[in-house]
C-alpha cells in the first residue's frame, strides 16, 4: 500500500535558522507530490505541489522543495524562517487515482 | 478565490445521535472529499465523490455514510455517533480531470462525543 513518511513529528527553531522537512513516499509510478500547510486556526493551504519534469519545485512564502525520485523523497526548505511560519506542514501524494495520501504531519514552532 | 465551507466549527454530540456535517464549495468542482484529521494520525480518507449520487470509500469509512445529491454539497453522516468518533473533519474539493490538482479545503469541524 503507498504511504507518506514524515519523519519529523514536531521541530522547533529560532528566527532565522533554515529549515528542511523531510518526506518520503512509497510508491514505484508516477507520482504528484504535494506540500500542505495549516496555520493556527486556519484551512489548510497548499504550499507547493510537483508534476512536472523539474525536480525543483517554489512554492509560496520562500519554501521550496526538492523531488528526488531515486530516494522517493520530496523535502520541504526554507533557508530562513520567521516567526509567522509557525504552523503544521502536511506531505502528500497522489499517484493517479482520486486517492490523496497525507503524511502524520510536522508540527513547525519558530521562536522570536 | 475556491471557498469551501462547513456548517459548524463547533459540534457537541451525545452517543448514539445520528450527526449531519455539511460542506459546500462554490467552484464547481467535480471531486469533493471528507478526511478526519488526528494528532499524529494526519488526514485520513472517509469517502470521495466524482459527481452527484457517486460516491466511494476512503480508508476509514465505517460508521459513516455520505451524500451528494447536489454538485456543491457534500454531506457526511455519522448514523450513530460514537465517542471514537470525537475528531476535526475536513471536506475538501478538486476539480475532475488531473490527479495534478489541489484540493482546496473548508476550515473544518471539531466534533466531540459525549
Known amino acids: 500500500a503507498q504511504s507518506v513518511s514524515q519523519h519529523n513529528h514536531h521541530v522547533i527553531l529560532s528566527e532565522a535558522a533554515s529549515l528542511e522537512l523531510g518526506c518520503n513516499y512509497s510508491?514505484?509510478?508516477?507520482?504528484?507530490l504535494f506540500w500542505y500547510v495549516q496555520y493556527p486556526g486556519q484551512h489548510l493551504q497548499l504550499l507547493l505541489k510537483?508534476?512536472?519534469?523539474?525536480?525543483l519545485v517554489k512554492g509560496i512564502k520562500g519554501f521550496e522543495a526538492e523531488f528526488i525520485k531515486s530516494k522517493f523523497s520530496f523535502n520541504l526548505r526554507k533557508p530562513s524562517v520567521q516567526w509567522s511560519d509557525t504552523a503544521e506542514y502536511f506531505c502528500?501524494?497522489?499517484?493517479?487515482?482520486?486517492?490523496?495520501?497525507f503524511g502524520t504531519g510536522t508540527r513547525l514552532k519558530v521562536l522570536a | 478565490d475556491v471557498k469551501v465551507t462547513q456548517s459548524s466549527r463547533y459540534l457537541v454530540k451525545r452517543t448514539g445521535e445520528k450527526v449531519f456535517l455539511e460542506c459546500v464549495q462554490d467552484?464547481?468542482?467535480?471531486?469533493m472529499f471528507w478526511y478526519r484529521q488526528d494528532p499524529g494520525l494526519g488526514l485520513r480518507l472517509i469517502y470521495f465523490?466524482?459527481?452527484?449520487?457517486?460516491?466511494e470509500k476512503g480508508d476509514i469509512p465505517e460508521g459513516y455514510s455520505v451524500s451528494r445529491e447536489k454538485k456543491e454539497r457534500f454531506s457526511l453522516i455519522l448514523e450513530s455517533a460514537s465517542t471514537n468518533q470525537t475528531s476535526m473533519y475536513l471536506c475538501?474539493?478538486?476539480?475532475?480531470?488531473?490527479?495534478?490538482?489541489?484540493?482546496?479545503f473548508g476550515p473544518g469541524t471539531r466534533l466531540l462525543v459525549l
Open positions: 467552484m464547481d468542482h467535480e471531486n
Open positions: 502528500a501524494v497522489n499517484s493517479g487515482t482520486y486517492k490523496y495520501i
Open positions: 510508491y514505484g509510478g508516477t507520482v504528484n
Open positions: 465523490s466524482y459527481d452527484v449520487k457517486m460516491k
Open positions: 510537483y508534476f512536472s519534469l523539474d525536480p
Open positions: 475538501a474539493s478538486s476539480l475532475l480531470f488531473g490527479t495534478k490538482e489541489t484540493q482546496y
